[in-house]
């Protein structure tokens, strides 16, 4: 083992630092971030809160509109099984995405599970056969929290919304919950 590997360069004065130093003893300088790398952190992390949150009020304009012409009889709505939809997304991805991908469905099924996920967005999970075991399921997001909150795990639910594709689950966005 050689002493290359006990000494790091100073970020601000270049001279070799022991690697366990937590300041330069020559410049005094400390081996964590700098400021401007937090500022770049913090501009980071602002931007995505705000890119977040536009989505959250996109969602529940979209889930209003959805509402609005399922009313009015004005929007096309496939209706299909969830065994059925999961079935074609694990036999061939691209062919239903080109099937049901951006295209709103309506599914009629067993609540597995309810929550919200690491970016605290709503959602259910929806049993999409016999087998409660089953790895992959249809995931439901929606922004109705008032509707979302009354549903129960065991519940039949009917729900139309928005294929966005397969990530584990095959997901659905923009839900109305019937």
Not at 108 to 120: A, L
Request: with cysteine.
């Amino acid at each position: 083992m050689g002493s290359e590997n006990l000494f790091v360069e100073c970020g601000s004065c270049g001279k070799d630092i022991a690697r366990s130093a937590s300041a330069c003893p020559h410049c005094g300088a400390t081996s964590g971030l700098k400021k401007w790398q937090w500022a770049l952190i913090l501009v980071v992390v602002l931007l995505l809160i705000g890119l977040l949150s536009d989505d959250e009020k996109k969602d529940i304009t979209v889930h209003q509109s959805i509402q609005a012409e399922e009313e009015a009889g004005e929007v096309d709505v496939l209706r299909v099984l969830p065994s059925s939809l999961l079935l074609a997304y694990t036999t061939n991805e691209i062919a239903a995405d080109n099937t049901y991908k951006g295209r709103l469905v309506q599914i009629t099924g067993i609540i597995e599970d309810i929550g919200k996920d690491i970016m605290d967005n709503a959602y259910l999970t929806v049993r999409a056969g016999n087998d409660q075991y089953e790895f992959r399921k249809i995931q439901v997001f929606t922004a109705d929290m008032i509707a979302i909150s009354r549903l129960s795990r065991g519940e039949q639910v009917t729900i139309t919304g928005r294929v966005d594709g397969l990530l584990v689950n095959v997901i659905i966005r923009e839900a109305v919950i019937h």
